[in-house]
């Protein structure tokens, strides 16, 4: 029988918008993982434009639903989490990691972007998000949460390499794979770099600048990353293929002049992620 890889993704549960789990669960699927859904919370659309949006808090669920798979004797390859709904979620994340030792703990520690926190993300979120972090083997911040989880400001000019590189290292010191996204870098390009604290590289991928921005874009990067890794390719392989797939859902949706808000169009671009081509368009640096 073939064997398949288990993922239990603590994320919310977003009907309109494309982000989280209605991203994330499509495309392991078609990298041919099996994605258990523990939603943090289910809302009507993200909370990135749209008013009125409908929240239900699942914070009693995700223990009991922790104890529920460990009665179960379910295994996971990998925990990864995502969209928190409150600070006190961090907390069941922990409990989550620390029950399943062996398997591969993912952060992707969803807190803002350019520059600013999310509207549910507080203080206090942003603060313990760190914690979380710090357990985990792999974090998949975008610049601006590098910049809460570093305590640094949001950088107001492109990052030198060198300046990208000590990021990189500071937020490796407790795991073993960092991985910062949409990083101005001082040569104008827009890149992916990430750093692999085992085998010591430091890698960049560079991404076309498109002018517009759409939610979900760094979900779907988080998710096909944590799937090429669990498909046992290499850091810049992984980091490729995620920056590659991501590029081609931001592009397709652009040229369809869509609400941004809608998220992308990655619907589409599935069957490419289940070609999963080889790819080698990295950079050490
Ligand atoms: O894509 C990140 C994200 C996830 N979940 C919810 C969000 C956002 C970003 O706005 O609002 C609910």
């Known amino acids: 029988m073939r064997s398949q890889k288990i993922i239990a993704a603590i994320h919310d549960l977003s009907g309109i918008g494309?982000?989280?789990?209605?991203?994330?669960?499509?495309?392991?699927?078609?990298?041919?993982?099996?994605?258990?859904?523990?939603?943090?919370?289910?809302?009507?659309?993200?909370t990135g434009g749209f008013e009125g949006v409908v929240i239900r808090d699942l914070t009693d669920y995700i223990m009991e639903c922790y104890d529920h798979y460990k009665s179960l004797n379910v295994e996971f390859?990998?925990?990864?989490?995502?969209?928190?709904?409150?600070?006190?979620?961090?907390?069941?994340?922990?409990?989550?990691?620390?029950?399943?030792k062996n398997s591969l703990k993912v952060v992707d520690p969803v807190m803002g972007d350019h520059g600013k926190p999310y509207r549910t993300c507080t203080k206090e979120l942003r603060t313990r998000m760190s914690e979380l972090a710090g357990v985990a083997d792999v974090i998949t911040p975008n610049l601006t949460e590098a910049a809460?989880?570093?305590?640094?400001?949001?950088?107001a000019e492109p990052l030198s390499q060198g300046r990208a590189k000590s990021w990189l290292?500071?937020?490796?010191?407790?795991?073993?794979?960092?991985?910062?996204?949409?990083?101005?870098?001082a040569d104008d390009k827009l890149s992916n770099i990430g750093y692999d604290r085992?085998?010591?590289?430091?890698?960049?991928?560079?991404?076309?600048?498109?002018?517009?921005?759409?939610?979900?874009?760094?979900?779907?990067?988080?998710?096909?990353?944590?799937?090429?890794?669990?498909?046992g390719e290499s850091l810049p392989m992984a980091i490729n293929r995620a920056t590659v797939?991501?590029?081609?859902?931001?592009?397709?949706?652009?040229?369809?002049?869509?609400d941004t808000r809608n998220g992308v169009m990655f619907e589409?671009?599935?069957?490419?992620?289940?070609?999963?081509?080889?790819?080698?368009?990295?950079?050490r640096i």
Request: glycine content about 6%; aromatic content about 12%.
């Open 169 to 185: 290292a500071k937020l490796s010191e407790k795991v073993r794979v960092a991985v910062i996204t949409s990083v101005p870098m």
């Open 77 to 100: 390859d990998a925990v990864y989490s995502g969209f928190l709904a409150n600070a006190s979620q961090i907390d069941h994340c922990l409990k989550f990691f620390k029950g399943y």
């Open 268 to 283: 589409h671009a599935l069957p490419w992620l289940s070609r999963n081509e080889t790819l080698f368009d990295f950079k």
């Open 148 to 155: 809460f989880l570093l305590g640094e400001e949001y950088p």
């Open 198 to 231: 085992e085998s010591g590289g430091f890698w960049r991928v560079d991404c076309d600048f498109v002018p517009a921005a759409y939610p979900g874009t760094g979900d779907i990067f988080a998710a096909v990353l944590t799937g090429a890794i669990l498909n």
């Open 18 to 46: 494309r982000c989280s789990l209605s991203v994330i669960m499509p495309v392991m699927s078609a990298q041919g993982m099996q994605v258990c859904p523990v939603p943090t919370a289910v809302l009507s659309t993200h």
């Open 245 to 258: 797939f991501t590029q081609i859902t931001v592009k397709t949706t652009f040229s369809y002049c869509t």
